[in-house]
Nanobody, 124 residues
Framework: QVQLVESGGGLVQAGGSLRLSCAVS????????MGWFRQAPGKEREFVSY????????KYADSVKGRFTISRDNAKNTVYLQMNSLSVEDTAVYYC?????????????????WGQGTQVTVSS
């Protein structure tokens, strides 16, 4: 019933910016914590960012801290990931996910629902 749809991915040159969106449906209230993960070709999925349901607590992987900003608009049931100063190392499929009731925020096992992902490709 819960559905997550990512959008905003695309092709961008190094140094450019993209803004990803994750629209959540199937929930009448916005009491859920969210995370962004990414998976590059040949690599395992890795944690990117986290935001609690109020938007007051955010976390970032060291690789993106200072460049990426996670935010949410609960009135729109949408979570965003603003990505600036992109490099080729950021090329991956980006997934948003709803966190479950337990587990560490940076572990993918802690999330119960996942979107299908959106491709981000950064060219040099």
């Amino acid at each position: 019933q819960v559905q997550l749809v990512e959008s905003g991915g695309g092709l961008v040159q190094a140094g450019g910016s993209l803004r990803l969106s994750c629209a959540v449906s199937g929930r009448s209230r916005s009491y859920y914590n969210m995370g962004w993960f990414r998976q590059a070709p040949g690599k395992e999925r890795e944690f990117v960012s986290y935001i609690d349901w109020t938007g007051g607590t955010t976390k970032y992987a060291d690789s993106v801290k200072g460049r990426f900003t996670i935010s949410r608009d609960n009135a729109k049931n949408t979570v965003y990931l603003q990505m600036n100063s992109l490099s080729v190392e950021d090329t991956a499929v980006y997934y948003c996910a709803v966190r479950g009731v337990s587990g560490l925020y940076r572990n993918e096992e802690s999330y119960d629902h996942w979107g299908q992902g959106t491709q981000v490709t950064v060219s040099s």
